[in-house]
């Protein structure tokens, strides 16, 4: 029973991590762009839904579709910065967002104060029948939005043309212009996809974790870790690496202590990254996402 | 054959190295110029000591192992068997120097991204050992009371490293002019045009017979060293160290932010970087803005990316750089 | 790689290197002559504070600050000390033990400071107040706890306003006396001060025969504890004591509630004491245990008018109230600003050895503390209090001469 429980929060964990992470996988995917700021991103999002919730008292669900428009206009805005970013473009990406982080960082802190903010759930807890197992109303939009998110970039990249032409991009860039595909509007469509998805992201951080102006680097390294065992592009890893990785810290708190967790997340990231090179996901011939 | 253009390039390399040199002796007693620019050359020293494995084109962002590795093996040694630093310093540069054997073995077939993520989880695993080994390294209290660098003599001359910030200051100057040595040596050498066609197109190379594999080692040893030995250095000047403090992301970052900024394909580049970066942040930008100096800094990596893509260091050298 | 005519490439590159060396000096040079000392007239008092007023600690770095600032501003609106006015220059210690070190001398070295207040950690109070002594300028932490910044240091310029004993005497005196539990947990933080925090706890309850079934230790910042809390669960331990902070408070109480978790007491000595804590967690608070040293309310017998004053002018002045971390400040202020008035009304210059000389001897009542140091520095009467949260207000239950109300069992926590 009580590994069942601790199965049922490992997998609202692991659906927050993949959550927080399928914004950066997909720019990083699509564009190769190595946003270092994507967690300061998020808490603007989440931020954003602080206000809301906060002072105009919208409904917590009514803030995702805002927070995901805004951050499409944010997320826009970093991509024509970025534009001005010469050859090595991942490495140079990546220090250019670190200033970013940096810049970002220190406006939070003066425009929402150093506080420590969160969204608060006034659900009651939802206690499954005949079990003693418990479960949140934040648990379960978790759970649901992430597999959600993921079903719908699945089916856009799967079954639509866009999404075509966006594998064709993110699988090598180089052949796609060949092909005739407008590689900078790809770049465009990722970052603003990428932004809805940091927009869903960030209400939810909120309301699992809390906002804080130095709070993005978390965010950041969760995203880069599971983006980058999922194999980059590979949508579906992204949400089975989030349990795996949530799964295995629960289980080693569980067992061994709070204080050893961050040891056998790294083996079992370590171990991971050497047993399947092509990310958490079996390689298939010809398919991706 | 190589041009490197070395007479002209000499020329200032000594003008500048003299002034470095001088102007101590024209401002005797300050301390705060001392320290930040001791601490400058130290990071210039971590950032070329970095540089040197990324040559290779892999780019770690886990040296913090390295560091961290070297400041406890040096720390530990110095408390327990009260070795002098100068002998703990070099131990900490051969632990550091371990770990990247272990590194090779292990990370030896992964590349790019997943070589970065796999270096960066690597960090945590000296460290949360460290942090929970409380009986040998006092885990989350720290190692404090490390024993500073001890005094030199030379005959009739006393050098009281520890306590003369001058005399540290000259220390890390030295320090840093070897690790530029080395770094001058690994980037202009047959070494490092071994190491260039391995970063550059690595089945070519092999198959031109270059022993990619030892080259790799090799140079991965050579920076998880000379890291190491960074570290060592860090455990005597600061006398405490802390897991969270040795093994951080700022020190895995920080060498890459710095050596992107200078230049990363120039012998002086990750240098630059730090001669600019922090005495400018340390003396400028706190005292104008105490509470937005990472503003400003965040800004400037900024702007000088958009406008040199390769470095500070490609606007102060206008010849065409490596690729 | 091309070779470019010789000349023109080599002035080229002489000039860029010229230029950017010629920037580097303009700017330290501009630097240096913008903090030059004070001209003849006004020539304020000096005092230096450094605190992590960015980064993960900012939030109680810069209640830190304010502490500070509002003390510094009292007392220029009296006058300011001998008919000079005190000048505050803040600087900020990334939480690093180098920027520590660099700022504080950058306060010694140009600023020219007579004294140095603030800090929040000890691996940057210790720093600061080794460079404190090699200059002879006091230094007085606001905050800072273990044993080792005091204990046989000979250090006559370190003082500090609050310290560890403070904290885990009366929650132990509480523990034992009090709330009496069979079976604790032990929740710390890897960090120095809550690490040995965690261990003096334990040795005390273990001493008192209270078993310790979970003694562990998590990183700040980790989002989640649910499985953690689940072992909480089976162990069936009766008390929580959660040496973490603010944030972690935050997500810990949570995910107790989330997981219907039954205990007798959780206590968290850090971060739960404060009223954005209890406004953020609203109902969700009541039943909760802290510790403070002082909040709007809770003062040391003697000073309600000066704390009431405290908050209603903090509150003009800052737009918010006032916590236990702003009193720190505000109290290692207070504690230097005395001295140096001592001195200058004693008519001797400011140098560091008077003004340590007039702390040692300080004797202050202040709303946190009867402020008074002991001869390795720490103070002699910092006695924090036990506060349960009941309907969303602090109310102190221990020690018995500072409560105001009882310990309200959960019947549902």
């Known amino acids: 029973m009580i590994i069942l429980q601790l199965f049922i929060n490992a997998f609202s964990l692991g659906s927050f991590y993949a959550l927080v992470a399928l914004g950066f996988a997909l720019i990083f995917g699509v564009t190769h762009a190595f946003n270092l700021a994507h967690g300061e991103f998020v808490l603007l999002g989440g931020y954003l839904a602080y206000i809301l919730v906060g002072q105009m008292h919208f409904p917590f669900l009514l803030t995702l579709p805002i927070s995901m428009l805004a951050m499409i206009f944010v997320a826009v805005l970093l991509q024509k910065l970025l534009r001005y970013v010469n050859e090595p473009y991942e490495l140079n990406t990546l220090v250019v967002t670190f200033g970013l982080a940096l810049v970002l960082q220190n406006g939070m802190l003066m425009l929402f104060s150093a506080d420590y903010r969160f969204i608060r759930s006034t659900a009651p807890i939802i206690e499954l029948p005949k079990t003693q197992l418990v479960v949140t109303q934040t648990q379960i939009i978790l759970i649901l939005t992430s597999l959600l998110a993921t079903t719908a970039l699945y089916i856009l990249l799967r079954r639509t043309f866009l999404g075509k032409a966006l594998r064709a991009t993110i699988q090598d860039r180089e052949a796609a212009k060949l092909a005739g595909i407008n590689v900078r509007r790809m770049s465009l469509i990722g970052f603003a996809i990428g932004g809805t998805l940091i927009g869903l992201a960030g209400p939810l951080y909120a309301r699992t974790a809390y906002l804080y102006p130095s709070g993005g680097i978390e965010a950041t390294l969760i995203a880069i870790i599971i983006t980058i065992f999922a194999g980059v592009g590979r949508i579906r890893g992204i949400l089975l690496g989030g349990w795996a990785l949530g799964i295995a810290e629960s289980l080693t708190v569980y067992s061994l202590g709070t204080g050893w967790r961050e040891l056998v997340s790294s083996l079992f990231l370590i171990s991971l990254l050497l047993l399947r090179p092509e990310g958490i996901l079996p390689r298939r011939m010809g398919a991706n996402g | 054959m190589m041009r490197t253009g070395s007479k002209p390039a000499a020329i200032y390399f000594i003008a500048i190295l003299l002034f470095f040199i001088c102007w101590p002796f024209l401002f005797q007693n300050s301390a705060l110029y001392y320290r930040v620019m001791t601490m400058t050359f130290f990071y210039g020293a971590l950032a070329l000591a970095w540089n040197v494995y990324a040559l290779t084109g892999n780019i770690s962002l886990g040296h913090a192992a390295f560091f961290g590795l070297g400041a406890y093996g040096s720390a530990l040694l110095s408390y327990y068997w009260h070795t002098s630093p100068y002998l703990t310093i070099p131990f900490g540069g051969i632990v550091g120097a371990l770990y990247g054997a272990l590194w090779y073995a292990v990370f030896r077939s992964l590349r790019g991204a997943r070589f970065a993520l796999a270096t960066l989880a690597s960090v945590e695993i000296p460290r949360?050992?460290?942090?929970?080994?409380?009986?040998?390294?006092?885990?989350?209290?720290?190692?404090?009371?490390?024993?500073?660098?001890?005094?030199?003599?030379?005959?009739?001359?006393?050098?009281?490293?520890?306590?003369?910030?001058?005399?540290?200051?000259?220390?890390?100057?030295?320090?840093?002019?070897?690790?530029?040595?080395?770094?001058?040596?690994?980037?202009?050498?047959?070494?490092?045009?071994?190491?260039?066609?391995?970063?550059?197109?690595?089945?070519?190379?092999?198959?031109?017979?270059?022993?990619?594999?030892?080259?790799?080692?090799?140079?991965?040893?050579?920076?998880?060293?000379?890291?190491?030995?960074?570290?060592?250095?860090?455990?005597?000047?600061?006398?405490?160290?802390?897991?969270?403090?040795?093994f951080s992301l700022h020190i895995s970052a920080l060498p890459l932010v710095l050596t992107m900024f200078g230049g990363r394909y120039l012998v002086y580049g990750p240098l630059l970087g730090a001669l600019i970066l922090y005495p400018l942040d340390q003396l400028l930008f706190h005292s104008l803005l105490p509470v937005g100096h990472s503003i400003l800094y965040g800004l400037m990596i900024i702007l000088t990316l958009l406008f040199f893509p390769r470095g500070i260091g490609s606007w102060v050298q206008k010849r065409k750089t490596a690729s | 790689m091309r070779d470019r005519p010789h000349k023109e490439s080599i002035m080229k590159s002489f000039y860029g290197v010229l230029s950017l060396i010629l920037i580097i000096f303009m700017f330290l040079a501009a630097s240096i002559l913008l903090a030059g000392p004070a001209t003849a007239e006004s020539n304020p008092i000096r005092i230096g504070e450094i605190d992590p007023l960015t980064g993960k600690l900012a939030k109680h770095g810069q209640e830190i600050h304010e502490g500070i600032l509002y003390a510094i501003e009292e007392v220029n609106s009296f006058g300011g000390i001998g008919g000079r006015k005190v000048e505050l220059f803040s600087r900020d210690d990334q939480s690093q033990p180098e920027v520590a070190i660099n700022q504080t001398e950058d306060l010694l070295y140009r600023e020219k400071v007579v004294g140095l207040v603030g800090g929040y950690v000890d691996s940057l109070v210790g720093p600061i107040s080794e460079l404190a002594a090699k200059h002879q300028i006091p230094y007085v932490a606001s905050a800072s706890l273990q044993k080792g910044l005091t204990l046989g240091r000979k250090n006559p310029y370190f003082f500090r306003v609050a310290n560890l004993d403070g904290i885990v005497q009366p929650l132990c005196g509480f523990l034992i006396q009090d709330l009496k539990p069979k079976r604790a947990a032990i929740?710390?933080?890897?960090?120095?001060?809550?690490?040995?925090?965690?261990?003096?706890?334990?040795?005390?309850?273990?001493?008192?025969?209270?078993?310790i079934p979970i003694f562990e230790k998590f990183r700040p910042g980790s989002p989640d504890f649910s499985a953690f809390l689940l072992k909480v669960r089976q162990s069936n331990v009766d008390v929580l004591i959660s040496g973490g902070f603010f944030a972690d408070h935050l997500v810990l109480v949570r995910q107790l509630k989330d997981q219907n978790i039954r205990l007798k007491a959780y206590i968290g000595p850090w971060g739960v004491a404060y009223p954005t804590f209890i406004e953020a967690l609203g109902e969700a608070s009541n039943g909760l245990f802290g510790m403070c040293a002082w909040n709007p309310g809770i003062q040391i017998a003697g000073t309600e008018k000066q704390s009431h004053d405290f908050v209603g002018g903090f509150t003009a002045r800052f737009g918010k109230t006032p916590n236990t971390t702003t009193m720190h400040g505000y109290t290692s202020a207070k504690a230097l600003i005395g001295a140096i008035s001592r001195v200058s009304e004693s008519g001797n210059d400011l140098s560091g050895e008077n003004i340590s000389r007039e702390l040692r001897s300080l004797d202050l009542l202040l709303p946190m503390e009867h402020l008074q140091f002991d001869k390795n520095g720490d103070p002699m009467n910092y006695r924090q209090v036990v506060v349960q949260i009941e309907k969303e207000k602090m109310v102190p239950v221990y020690p018995a001469e500072r409560k105001t109300g009882e310990v309200v069992q959960p019947s549902t926590n």
């Open chain 3, 187 to 211: 929740l710390f933080a890897a960090t120095p001060g809550s690490t040995e925090f965690g261990q003096q706890v334990r040795s005390c309850l273990l001493d008192a025969g209270i078993e």
């Open chain 2, 128 to 246: 949360v050992i460290i942090d929970n080994w409380e009986s040998f390294t006092f885990g989350s209290l720290g190692l404090i009371g490390i024993s500073s660098l001890t005094t030199l003599r030379f005959g009739s001359i006393v050098i009281a490293v520890g306590e003369s910030l001058k005399a540290q200051y000259y220390l890390l100057l030295c320090f840093t002019l070897l690790i530029l040595f080395i770094h001058w040596k690994v980037m202009k050498s047959k070494w490092g045009w071994a190491i260039r066609a391995l970063r550059e197109e690595e089945t070519a190379a092999s198959m031109l017979g270059v022993n990619t594999n030892f080259i790799h080692f090799a140079t991965l040893l050579l920076s998880a060293f000379l890291t190491g030995l960074c570290g060592g250095i860090y455990a005597h000047l600061m006398g405490l160290i802390e897991p969270p403090l040795v």
